[in-house]
DNA sequence: AGGCAGCGTAGACGGTGTCTACCGGCGGTG
DNA sequence: CACCGCCGGTAGACACCGTCTACGCTGCCT
């Protein structure tokens, strides 16, 4: 009746993702997944015929997770569609660095080439809340809309990816990725209109930690 | 001088080079790089401590590889910066693409946080080359030239992986990464002088667009 | 009651990274 | 010349890994 008590499946998933979370990816071995759902190293073969199978699974929560957080910001954000974007890339960022582990595991592309992510239900839908918000931003001399919000979204993954690992801080000089993300999207989008001052999302403990999917 | 005299070291870092490149990211382990310099798999120690390093030597040499191709494709381009940063978006994404598995492996995050590539002596020289032609197109308003050439690699680097690694290409359905090279030219540097012919957007008329020239 | 299918166990196999003992030349020194 | 130490490579052991296979257990259905 608790949700330790879900079928196999899921409670390996569940013991995957936090291992990636708290471990780092290189963490998440089939034979360590077992052993912290308690069970014998062979039993997630009944589920996942292949360790690249699992760790697909694994990434797939890693969107899901995502999604659910923009989508959360999304709901918090207020109508301008500029703060959305802005939001959205806050979100992204702050992602990519609080999680490392998972966003690595979610781009291998390892796991992409063999098609298990099923990027068409995961990642399109987030990809969708951008391009519909850069759709109601682009000017009439900016490239076609899928374009836009293809390149700005290569912008924030480059920031995200160079930034968490560590090669931009060295190269710029920066300390503050807020630079560079106010930089992308004033490149791909105009100059932001100067009302907004967003402030700095104020963070209270990260929710994130208490992972229990349902 | 022959490159197969030279000593173990060497040989063994080639020997990696070559199956990163023909086999990809997980082919290139110690056993195996040893096999292919014919030696035993305990060889390898006596010049590179543990996996990590030797990986670190191979990802150095794959830097050094694009920054050769970068310096052969500035020599070759024109002296217009726009067109040179062009030639350099262009020689950083067919890198990429061409070698994907060197690509990944020069920016696997548990390499670069042991600090073993060296990046001040490998990366960022190619970064300079970047930052020098930013420099001479930046406007006086946009972003500072570190965070403004930061955001630009990072960008190219977004688009590198991101296309490479076929997520791009779905969430867009573009074919090719020309288009989103030039857009994210366009958006940090501003549009490319007179060359700009973006095919009109599908939906609806543009009246904006009627009065331009053929 | 008997059979059976679903699930998990347990062991084997080849592969891997790391550690350690060994060994064959080689040069320097008594 | 004999010796010794060091350098560079060998070879075996260890623990861990992913995969495969044979084997039990348990509970449901006929």
């Known amino acids: ?127 969708a809340v951008l391009t519909d918000l850069v759709a109601q931003l682009r000017r009439p001399t900016d490239a076609p809309t899928p374009v836009l919000a293809g390149a700005l979204w290569a912008n924030l993954h480059g920031i995200a990816q160079l930034w968490a690992w560590g090669s931009l801080p060295l190269a710029t000089g920066a300390t503050d990725d807020g630079d560079l993300l106010r930089a992308a999207l004033d490149a791909h989008l105009g100059p932001a209109p100067e009302r907004t001052v967003h402030p700095p999302q104020t963070e209270g403990p990260c929710p994130c930690c208490t992972t229990s999917p349902s």
């Open 1 to 127: 009746m608790d949700a330790d008590e879900t079928g196999l499946r899921a409670r390996l998933v569940a013991a995957g993702v936090d291992l990636v979370l708290r471990e780092g990816q290189s963490a998440v071995s089939l034979r360590e997944i077992a052993r912290r759902a308690g069970v014998s190293h062979g039993a997630p073969r009944r589920y996942f015929p292949t360790h690249v199978d699992l760790l697909s699974a694994i990434a797939r929560e890693g969107f899901a997770d995502l999604t659910a957080r923009v989508e959360e910001t999304m709901r918090d954000a207020g109508s301008d569609p500029r703060a959305r974007l802005t939001a959205l890339g806050r979100t992204y960022l702050d992602f990519a660095a609080a999680h490392r582990g998972m966003f690595e595991l979610m781009f291998r592309h390892d796991l992409l080439a063999t098609g298990r992510l099923r990027l068409r239900e995961t990642s399109l839908p987030l990809f």
